[in-house]
C-alpha cells in the first residue's frame, strides 16, 4: 500500500505541472462554486424573486418545498440544479488526469523501468486511479462547502442552507461523487490504453460526463426531478457500472500488454 | 547467475527470440550481439521479468522467470532501451522515485551517491528535459544501480553517446564489474565488446556463437603473422611456404602475411629460416582480426 502512495506522489509532482491540468483541477472547480452564488446573490438582490410560488414550478418539485416561502423555494430550484453540475467535477477532473498520466507516460516510455522494479501492477494501478481520484474529490468537496457557506451567508434563514446541506445533497456529494470519479478513471485507463495523443485520451474520456448531462437537461425542463431514491438507485447503479469498469481496466492493465500491446 | 534454455518468444506471428541457451557466469560482463532486430531488447525484457516467454525456461539468480518475477526484479537492476526518464521531474526526484519503488532504505543516500559517481550532482535540481542525451543515458544507469543490483541489464549503455562520454560509461561498467556484479550487456559497439567483455554471444533470432573473443577469433580464423621486411622477394615467399607448419602465405607490398597454426611454437622457426634465406626483418607482429569481421561473417 505504501507504493501506492509513492506512485501517487510522483503523479502529483508530475501531471500538475502539465498546465492543461492544472486548469481544469483548478479553474473547473472555481467556476463550479462561483456560478451558483453569482446567481443566487442576483436573485437576492433582484426584487422579481418576491412575486415567486411554488405554482410556477414543476410539481415534482413543490413537494420539496414543504414549509418554505416561494422566494426560497424558487431559489433551491434554480441551486438544486447545481447538485448536478457538482458532479460534473468528481467525472472531469480524473479523466483530464489519467488521460496525461497515462499517454503521458506512455509515449515517453517511461513505464518500462517502472514495470522493472518490483511494485506490483495493482499498486501501479491503483497509485495512478488514487493520484487522478483524490485531487477530484478534494475538489468537489472544498468546492462544495465553500458553495454551503456561501449560501449561508447570502440566504435568508435556514431554508435553503438545510435543504442544501440535507441528505439527499450530502449523499450525492459525499458517496455517489467519489463512485463517479471511479468510473471516470477506470474509463480514462481503458481510452488511455489506446489512446496516443493525451488531448485526444482526455476528449474522449470526457464523454463520461453525456449522460450527467442529460440528467441535468431532464431536470431543468422538468422531465425529471432528482430526489432520494433516484440518487440512491443512482449509487447503486454506479457502484455496480465501477466494479465491471474496474475489472476490464485492470484486465488490461498487464505488464506485458503495457509493454508490447499498449501502442 | 544467468541461465536460459530454450528460451523462445513470439509476437503473433513474428519470432522474435528463438530456442536461446544461455548461460552467464556470476561476476562475469556477457556481451549479447546482433543484428537489428535480432531479439536483444526481448531477451532482455524476459530475463528481467518484463515479459514472459512463449517457451523455454530461464534462471536469474537461481530465481526462475515466470514463477518468481519479483524477486528478480528486486536483484536485478535494468537499463531500458530508451532511457524513459519524467522529462518534468528534477534528476533527483527521478532518482528518489525509484529508490522508493525498489524500497532502498537509505533514499536520499543512494540517490547522492549515484548522482554524484556518474557526475550528475551538480545538475541534480534540474529538470531532466533540460539534459543532454549523455546525461540522461548516466541518469538512466545511475536508475538501474539504486537498489544495488547484482545482476545488470544493459540495453545499449552507450548508444549515441560521443567517444569520451562513451569511455566513462565503459569505465563505470567496468568498476561495477570489479564489485562483483554480474553485467549482461547488449550492445552494437564491436569495440566495446572486445574489450569489455568475457564472453559473446552473437544472435539472430538464434544463437549463433558463444564464446570468449578470443576463442571466437581461433575458432573462425588461422591466427595470422605479419613480417615486415626491409626488401621482399618471392623467393622469401617461397622459403616460407615451404615450412611445414605453414598454412597460407602472401606478399603484400614487403610484408608476408602468414597463417600458422600456433605461432607462439612456429614463429622461432619461421624467423630462423628467413633470416637464413637472407632476409631483412624489421617487424613481426600478429594480425588480430577485429571481432567485426568475426561478428559480419557470423551474422551473414
Ligand atoms: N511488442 C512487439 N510486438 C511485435 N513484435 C515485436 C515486439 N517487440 C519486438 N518485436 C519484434 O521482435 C523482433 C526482435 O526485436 P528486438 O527489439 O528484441 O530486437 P533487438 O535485437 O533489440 O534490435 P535492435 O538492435 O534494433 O535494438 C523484431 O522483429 C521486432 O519487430
Ligand atoms: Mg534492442
Sequence with gaps: MRKVWVIARKEWAEVFKNRFVLFTVVFMPLMMTALPLVILYTMGTTEEMAGFSTADMPASFADLCEG???????????????????????????????????????????????????????????????????????????????????????????????????????????????????????????????????????????????????????????????????????????????????????????????????? | MIVAKGLTKRFGDVLAVDDLD????????????????????????????????????????????????????????????????????????????????????????????????????????????????????????????????????????????DPEMARLVREFIGELKDEGRTIFLSTHNLDEADRLCDRIAVVNTGLLALDTPEALRAKLYDRVVVVHLSAASPAYEKVVSEQPFVRSVELKDNKLVVGLDDPEKNNPELIRALVDAGADIQFVGELRRSLEEIYLRLVK
Design chain 1, 68 to 263: 418554505m416561502s416561494g422566494e426560497t423555494c424558487g431559489q433551491y430550484f434554480i441551486v438544486s440544479q447545481f447538485m448536478l453540475l457538482f458532479m460534473l467535477l468528481p467525472l472531469a477532473i480524473p479523466a483530464t488526469f489519467a488521460s496525461y498520466s497515462i499517454v503521458g507516460e506512455k509515449t515517453t516510455r517511461t513505464l518500462e523501468p517502472v514495470l522493472a522494479t518490483p511494485v506490483t501492477t495493482f499498486e501501479l494501478l491503483a497509485g495512478k486511479a488514487v493520484a487522478a481520484a483524490l485531487p477530484a474529490i478534494g475538489a468537489t468537496w472544498l468546492s462544495f462547502s465553500i458553495f454551503s457557506l456561501g449560501v449561508a451567508i447570502l440566504t435568508e434563514g435556514p431554508g435553503l442552507l438545510r435543504q442544501v446541506t440535507g441528505p439527499l445533497w450530502l449523499f450525492a456529494i459525499v458517496v455517489v461523487g467519489p463512485l463517479l470519479a471511479v468510473a471516470s478513471v477506470s474509463i480514462a485507463i481503458m481510452v488511455s490504453s489506446r489512446a496516443n495523443d493525451p488531448r485526444v485520451a482526455e476528449q474522449i474520456s470526457m464523454l463520461v460526463i453525456l449522460p450527467l448531462l442529460g440528467l441535468f437537461f431532464a431536470q431543468i425542463s422538468g422531465l425529471i426531478f432528482i430526489n432520494e431514491t433516484m440518487i440512491l438507485w443512482m449509487a447503486i447503479g454506479v457502484t455496480v457500472l465501477d466494479v465491471g469498469l474496474l475489472a476490464f481496466a485492470t484486465q488490461l492493465f498487464q505488464r506485458e500488454a503495457i509493454l508490447t500491446r499498449w501502442k
Design chain 2, 22 to 161: 544461455l548461460d552467464v557466469k556470476s561476476g562475469e560482463i556477457f556481451g549479447f550481439l546482433g543484428p537489428n532486430g535480432a531479439g536483444k531488447t526481448t531477451t532482455i525484457r524476459m530475463l528481467s521479468a518484463l515479459i514472459s516467454p512463449t517457451s523455454g525456461q530461464a534462471k536469474v539468480a537461481g530465481y526462475e522467470v515466470g514463477r518468481d518475477d519479483n524477486e528478480i526484479r528486486r536483484i536485478a537492476g535494468i537499463l531500458t532501451e530508451s532511457p524513459g526518464l519524467y522529462d518534468r521531474l528534477s534528476a533527483e526526484r527521478n532518482l528518489s522515485f525509484f529508490a522508493e519503488l525498489h524500497d532502498v532504505e537509505d533514499v536520499a543516500g543512494q540517490v547522492e551517491r549515484y548522482l554524484r559517481l556518474l557526475g550528475l550532482w551538480d545538475r541534480r535540481g534540474d529538470v531532466a528535459a533540460t539534459f543532454s542525451k549523455g546525461m540522461r543515458q548516466k541518469l538512466a544507469i545511475a536508475r538501474a544501480m539504486l537498489h544495488e543490483p547484482t545482476v545488470l541489464f544493459l540495453d545499449e549503455p552507450t548508444a549515441g553517446l
